[in-house]
């Protein structure tokens, strides 16, 4: 008899986490971060009926047909994942939101309504998959290529950078993360808080296109990623659900709770830095810019942030449950609602 597959809290094994098989390339970084997400799903038991799959257009976001098939999903318009996402929400606060995109979708033509939405602290994860490059379209340099940077042809990006993950800091996200799509081990921790977390949630993953941007004097390389990486901590997700039972090697540890209970331990390394000092995650970026190094792990947390659509009071039901006499006020509300504004 063969060893049965192992479950979580849901009965549900990892195959059932899974989607279709991707059409990337192979070696592809966007297919080592849906493993990771396969695995963080798994271990965190999320639902996949509780699951919404947001994305635009590019390599990244062709990623939501590869895991979690049973969930709901949206393809957008290249670079309206952040509006559609935001709609869905209003419509309906029951629903996990994660929204899959690149650097192009992102950093590009969707740049406006990515600003929008964390501003907002829409309550939803959204995952970055940024190699520096557009792979749809033959390798030009995107938004978020470092100056400097070769691309394969042997042209030298002269333009400045557009750091995902300090721009998310600045305009007030309540979590920000940078990750490496070759190190699950701080991956998939991070995913997993970044889903338990209230708010809007950024992780820019850099994932190396091993077709256009895997060569030398590329700074979004494989070997340039295992050269330069900063790890600012080690990480362990602890759920709530969980008795908690770990052991831990000497050295400076901090606990960030989460809104549902779940605690994100770091345990810092020669960096020291604190995530909880907004100051201090722009600084630890641009420093990082300066020599660079490319900084990963926990950048910023806000957990007293107040979501969206908590701050707008908006009903927990979803919109679809909801009958006509609650969605319409009547002629003395809607009155009153009028002097309010006058």
Request: proline share 3%; hydrophobic share 40%; glycine share 10%.
């Amino acid at each position: 008899m063969g060893v049965a597959a192992k479950v979580n809290p849901l009965g549900l094994t990892r195959d059932d986490y899974k989607g279709l098989a991707t059409t990337l390339c192979a070696g592809c970084g966007h297919n080592s971060i849906t493993n990771h997400l396969v695995k963080a799903l798994f271990e965190s038991g999320v639902d996949p009926y509780r699951m919404a799959k947001m994305s635009g257009i590019g390599c990244s976001s062709k990623a939501t047909a590869y895991f979690m098939e049973r969930s709901h999903a949206f393809n957008a318009v290249h670079g309206r994942m952040p509006a559609v996402t935001t709609g869905a929400a209003l419509a309906n606060r029951q629903l996990l939101y994660l929204g899959i995109s690149g650097d192009g979708d992102t950093a590009s033509i969707g740049l406006g309504q990515f600003c929008h939405l964390v501003r907002r602290n829409l309550d939803c994860t959204y995952v970055i998959e940024d190699n520096g490059v557009y792979g749809l379209t033959k390798g030009q340099f995107s938004a978020t290529a470092d100056i400097g940077s070769v691309q394969k042809r042997g042209a030298v990006n002269e333009l400045e950078t557009i750091d995902i993950a300090a721009l998310a800091v600045q305009l007030g996200a309540s979590f920000v993360a940078r990750g490496f799509s070759g190190d699950g081990g701080q991956l998939v921790p991070l995913l997993r808080a970044a889903m338990a977390h209230r708010g809007t949630a950024i992780l820019d993953v850099i994932s190396p296109c091993v077709t256009f941007n895997d060569h030398a004097g590329s700074t979004k390389s494989y070997a340039y990623l295992k050269e330069h990486d900063l790890i600012l901590q080690e990480l362990d997700f602890v759920a709530h659900r969980d008795e908690v039972v770990v052991s831990y090697p000497e050295g400076e540890s901090v606990d960030v709770a989460l809104h549902d209970g779940s605690v994100l331990r770091l345990r810092k390394l020669g960096q020291q830095h604190d995530p909880l000092d907004r100051l201090a995650a722009l600084t630890v970026l641009d420093r990082g810019r300066q020599s660079g190094e490319v900084v990963t792990g926990l950048i910023y947390v806000n957990p007293e942030a107040v979501d969206f659509c908590s701050r707008e009071h908006l009903p927990a039901a979803p919109l679809r449950d909801m009958k006509e006499a609650e969605l319409r006020p009547d002629r003395q509300r809607f009155a009153e609602l009028i002097a309010s504004w006058s």
